[in-house]
T-cell receptor
């Protein structure tokens, strides 16, 4: 039972344009969401997070949007840079728990 | 650099053997988490320790065990290894239980 889903295994975006990565979840108990970036053979690197009491959080080029009614979150990267090419994972933590549940990842390729 | 260290980086062993993976959390972090990433499974939570005590368990096999020591470093012990245990094992740490910071991982290959 995949509680966190990233339906796009891959995404290609031109350098300088906006990258939008999507994530859907099914567990209503999730109340904290995170995005991680991962290069091959390295550990996931934390990018940005959002609590369920917010619908938007920004940090530099990265913005995460949360739509609780749709159980959907997205990560926007503007402008996209070649160094952004990596696998992006969304993850969620349920209320009262600290266990991260990860999505399956989306491989983002930025085309120069 | 997340501040979380893991050793060894690579480990090659044979079926039936036992190995120990080590993790040192970020300075000040009391929680340590272990995750497994195999090719077809994505990142799966195994177990969490908080200040020396087991706090949460995920899909951890009975052949696997972990502990956290008084200096807060943690070890993940994998025994009676099978081919299917070949994977990347990540350790993460956090201070408040929300944002987890990951180490570089240990790649285990079971032959």
């Amino acid at each position: 039972d995949q509680q966190v889903k990233q339906n796009s295994p891959s995404l290609s975006v031109q350098e300088g344009r906006i990258s939008i990565l999507n994530c859907d979840y099914t567990n209503s108990m999730f109340d904290y969401f995170l995005w991680y970036k991962k290069y091959p053979a390295e550990g996931p690197t934390f990018l940005i997070s959002i609590s369920s009491i917010k619908d938007k959080n920004e940090d530099g080029r990265f913005t995460v949007f949360l739509n609780k009614s749709a159980k959907h979150l997205s990560l926007h990267i503007v402008p996209s840079q070649p160094g952004d090419s990596a696998v992006y994972f969304c993850a969620a933590i349920p209320f009262g728990n600290e266990k991260l549940t990860f999505g399956t990842g989306t491989r983002l390729t930025i085309i120069p | 650099d997340s501040g979380v260290t893991q050793t060894p980086k690579h480990l090659i062993t044979a079926t039936g053997q036992r190995v120990t993976l080590r993790c040192s959390p970020r300075s000040g972090d009391l929680s340590v988490y272990w995750y497994q990433q195999s090719l077809d499974q994505g990142l799966q939570f195994l177990i969490q320790y908080y200040n020396g005590e087991e706090r949460a368990k995920g899909n951890i096999l009975e052949r696997f065990s972990a502990q956290q020591f008084p200096d807060l470093h943690s070890e993940l012990n994998l025994s009676s290894l099978e081919l299917g245990d070949s994977a990347l094992y990540f350790c993460a740490s956090s201070v408040r239980g929300d944002t987890q910071y990951f180490g570089p991982g240990t790649r285990l290959t079971v032959l």
